[in-house]
């Protein structure tokens, strides 16, 4: 029998149902039962008082590197998912890009089947789009999509044959699944370490040229144009790249976009002296592209905000720049980050809720997934959160086990109080 769960005194928060109000919220076997009012006959199991908090939907992150399969000594499973519930988030997608490559069915069935038996947070599976994601042959799209996965991408990983490209949307244009796409060109800037710029010719650094990200945008748009498939742009960096998006986006192209919490925030200054943890990939650009990416979040042009959480270890990170292995610790980051993006740049009665939106209801919709609201009958995912919180990022704080991040030291405000995964109350943060 699941727990019968009565949310009371709360601001709720659902952006997918135009709803800010303080009220109570109902919860019965897994389902969101009642707003409001309860239903009849309703017993309580548990009462949570949500005084002076904000009762949202549970957050959905587009992009978890949960290091399974191959990468256990950089993170496990239980580890992420514990990460996940502590940063209020409930859905997560996964790229491709473990060890052995996600592009058989039977390592997509085992992953789903290790992520059910742990019963956090639900786990969704992104398909590779060529075999090993080496550009080279496409995988058998239908069989993985049986086995779980929810699109297509190829990770970090560029395909530097067009005509593979191509095929690969034909094919899954025909099955109407979405394509996730990083916009980099296979050769310009091709091992560079940081954004091509005076700061990094200052430190010696080789760069990714914006050009990297918009001549692959031109190539995706051009044979969108070709196909008709549906393609979702991961990580965008740079105004040039977003203006070329809205462009997309103005001429119908059926196209989203997300951008990786870190880039809203830091610019290639934050680098400062080599500070390994602020090698990230895509790299931080200049102030302008980081402006530009605000303001696209403001007004639509970018769709989502996702954590882009790649837990690296300290052998991997405690390196030269150069040779630092690239990513950040980001679930437990997600909602503060989004809340202090909305803080700086949205009107004050709107922040709490555009902030929910771009990490529940927005991205949910960018994967084709029933998650991110609470309306009656839909599943209990929820995010409970102290939007005055303050609290200051200690990397042995993390539950993650990767710990490093550009925002250790900084003060935050926000933090996730309680997490609700299909009904059960999953995560509680202790006073």
Sequence with gaps: M???????NGRVIDPANHIDAVQ???????????????????????????????VAPGLVDLSVRLREPGYEYRATLESELQAALAGGV?????????????????LVEMLVHRARGLDQSHVYPLGALTMGLKGKELTEMAELTEAGCVGFSQAEESISDTTVLMRALQ???TFGYTVWLRPQDPH????????????????????????SETIALHTIFELIRSTGTRVHLCRLSSAAGIALVRAAKAEGLPVTCDVGAHHIHLTDNDIGFFDSNARLSPPLRSQRDRDAIRQALVDGTVDAICSDHTPVDDDEKLLPFGEASPGATGLELLLSLSLKWAAETMP????LAAAVARISVDPARVAGLDAGKLSVGSTADVCIFD??????????A????GKHTPFIGYELQGRVSHTIVSGRLAFSRAA
């Design 2 to 8: 699941s727990m019968r769960l009565h949310i009371k």
């Design 24 to 54: 109570d919220l109902f919860i019965a076997d897994g389902k969101i039962a009642a707003l409001g009012t309860p239903p009849a006959g309703f017993q309580a199991d548990q009462i949570i008082d949500a005084h002076g908090l904000v």
């Design 90 to 106: 409930t859905s997560l997608l996964c790229p491709p890009d473990t060890d052995p490559v996600l592009d058989e069915p039977g």
């Design 171 to 173: 094919y899954a244009q």
């Design 188 to 211: 310009l800037g091709k091992g560079g370490t940081a954004h091509s710029g005076p700061l990094a010719s200052r430190l010696g650094l080789s760069g990714v040229p914006v050009i």
């Design 348 to 351: 004050s009665k709107e922040q």
């Design 387 to 396: 939007p005055e919180t303050r609290w200051t990022v200690n990397a042995h």
């Design 398 to 401: 993390l539950t993650s086990q």
